[in-house]
């Protein structure tokens, strides 16, 4: 990749993930990649916001880009580390080896993580404080402090003169990025949706939980004449800004409910019996004219449920028991739920059991905080009879109805 000009002196300095067996975060699968973004300013002082993760060969990858404008690792005067999350920050401790002059604009509560991350010294550090202007020759940069989007410590950093807002972690998506087609307005309408589709798997496996956070820094952006989005993941928006903030504030709303009409069903079944009411399940909700998402666990990847369980203002789990509880994939899928605090839902829940049963009450104690509604359930010993398929479909019936009243 080389590097690339956004505007005047600004250049965004970028990677791709795409080792397809890599897990982002440890946990999620990125089948698409993920982009690592960086930006610089070449100036009458050199500056460099968020850096790149240490993995593969990207330290050298983006050394080599910089080559691309004339500039080495020795040439940078000011590091602006707007998250400390090793992703952005992973190089800083050679970075910052191999140039002893560079001075670190970060937020006081990213201090003590660079010591403890990158063994960089807190007298290398400048703590911003909440809209600081740092002037560099024709640059304004301005540093907001935006906490929890998505570390205690974050911040976002915005060149005021031009009106470019570097996010880091908000507006961000999973993709990796083609060469060729880095801006909004260089990507086709199905780019567009992939990268729609991509931005809110991100955000609900990386940014979910901290939804309030979000609806505060989106907030205090709101005065800014944003002209352009530098993300540190996916593409740059210079054309219309807008459709990323506003997606943004979308998925932060879905949190407070309610959500879309959708429904995401997720089900599990060792032998069959409680698979045996799905496609009933499915076919309700469809006469009803209710997009249904189906995932099966273990089979189907947590991060791609979440995704789909965040936008859904309806969730259905099909599961039988297991050992007094429920089947436990499930009871992980749900316990991740309540991590990525997937709340405000309308929520009905089946399944099979062979003797005493036990899965329905764990459900209930364990989903107990989790701001659910929960309309119903039924539970049948073995297969499912004809009685039992229809009580399910009547419970699901009137579970259409508030549900649809929910969401109009
Ligand atoms: C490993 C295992 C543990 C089970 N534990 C329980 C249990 O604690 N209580 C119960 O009533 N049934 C239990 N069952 C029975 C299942 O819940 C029952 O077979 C049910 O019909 C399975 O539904 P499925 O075919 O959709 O998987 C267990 C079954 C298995 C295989």
């Not at 960086?38 to 080599?64: A, C, M, S, W």
């Not at 602006?80 to 191999?98: I, Q, T, Y």
């Not at 809209?131 to 989007?149: A, C, K």
């Not at 099909?318 to 316990?335: Q, S, V």
């Amino acid at each position: 990749m080389k590097i690339h000009r956004i505007i005047d002196d600004i250049y965004r300095l970028s990677t791709n993930i795409e080792d397809n067996t890599y897990l982002f975060e440890g946990i999620w699968p990125i089948p698409h990649g993920i982009s690592i973004n960086g930006y610089l300013i070449k100036g009458e002082k050199n500056v460099i916001i968020d850096l790149t993760q240490n993995i593969f060969d990207f330290p050298r990858e983006i050394t080599h880009q910089m080559e691309g404008v004339a500039l080495g690792i020795e040439d940078i005067d000011i590091i602006v580390m707007n998250h400390m999350e090793p992703d952005h920050s992973g190089w800083l401790r050679e970075f910052c080896a191999k140039n002893s002059k560079a001075v670190i604009y970060c937020t006081k509560k990213a201090i003590p993580l660079l010591q403890a991350f990158s063994a960089v010294p807190p007298e290398r550090a400048i703590a911003i404080t909440d809209g600081m202007v740092l002037e560099i020759g024709d640059y304004e940069l301005q540093f907001f402090d935006t906490p929890n989007i998505h570390w205690p410590e974050t911040m976002m950093t915005y060149e005021r003169k031009r009106g470019i807002l570097f996010s880091c972690d908000a507006f961000g998506s999973y993709g990796s990025i083609d060469e060729h087609a880095i801006f909004d307005d260089q990507i086709s309408q199905e780019k567009h949706q992939f990268f729609e589709n991509e931005a809110l798997r991100y955000y609900a496996n990386i940014v979910a939980t901290f939804s309030a956070f979000v609806v505060k820094g989106l907030d205090k952006l709101q005065g800014l004449d944003i002209k352009v989005i530098c993300p540190s993941h996916g593409i740059i928006w210079r054309e219309n800004p807008a459709v990323i903030i506003e997606h943004y504030r979308r998925y932060a709303s879905y949190s407070k409910g309610p959500a879309e009409r959708e429904v995401t069903v997720v089900w599990s079944s060792m032998y069959g019996n409680t698979k045996q009411v799905l496609n009933m399940v499915i076919e309700v909700l469809r006469k009803r004219n209710i997009p249904v998402h189906i995932f099966q666990v273990p089979k189907d990847e947590i991060g791609y449920i979440l995704a789909s369980a965040w936008k859904s203002a309806g969730l259905i789990f099909g599961m039988p028991t297991y050992e007094y509880k429920m089947f436990p994939p499930m009871a992980h899928t749900i316990e991740e739920m309540m991590v990525k605090k997937v709340t405000n839902k309308k929520v009905f829940r089946f399944g099979s059991y062979g003797w005493v049963g036990g899965a329905q009450r764990d459900f209930e104690a364990k989903t107990e905080k989790s701001g659910w509604d929960i309309l119903g359930h039924y539970e049948w010993q073995g297969a499912p009879t004809e009685e039992d398929q229809q009580a399910v479909r009547e419970a699901l019936e009137s579970y259409c109805d508030t549900l649809i009243e929910f969401t109009k």
